[in-house]
């Protein structure tokens, strides 16, 4: 069974993409976690802009909960598991349609799969590598999101359809810089 299967086996959004690549399965997981792969300028820029409103009021003294914490990135994920050389799967629990994504801390895999407050989705991201015939492989990613009912739901909806867009850009382009960075340290 899948890693992402485990711990989001039912979910109401998902997005996939995939790229073929010529590389060693195992170098393509470990690249994911490098920090300067996701460090990627249209990435920077997207998340600057999702924030904007929330640092926005922050500047302005009314709340604002991301004015002095770093970008959103894959650190504020929790890392849930790795098979292997054939998956590795990050975890998120927040209210992602809140300026400031509405974050709940999870140490680890165990209180991820605990954790049943109504109204706060889970998300779960993975990188899955399939090793092909001809000496190349497929890299995959996959993100899930369970909304444990009705009103989060309504909630995450017309967020999901206006964010899909710039997530699915942003996960391709975090495909290639996985390769690429894989290929790097190849060398």
Known sequence: MALIDKYLP?????????LLVDAVPAGLLDAVTLSDTSDDPWVRTFIRLRELPDRFLGALGRGGVLKN????????????????DREIVFGLVGKF???DY??????????FERFTAVGVP??????????LDNGHARLLTETRVFCNDR???IRSLPYWWMIRPVSGLMRRRLLVRIRNAAAARAN
Do not use: Y
């Open 10 to 18: 039912v979910f109401q959004f998902n997005e996939r993409h995939q």
């Open 69 to 84: 914490r770093a970008a959103f990135g894959l650190t504020d994920f929790t890392l849930l598991g790795r098979d292997s």
């Open 102 to 111: 509405g974050l709940v801390a999870i140490d680890d895999s165990e209180e």
């Open 122 to 131: 889970k998300l779960v991201l993975n990188f899955r590598v399939e090793s």
């Open 97 to 99: 349609w809140q300026f």
């Open 151 to 153: 009103k989060s739901f």
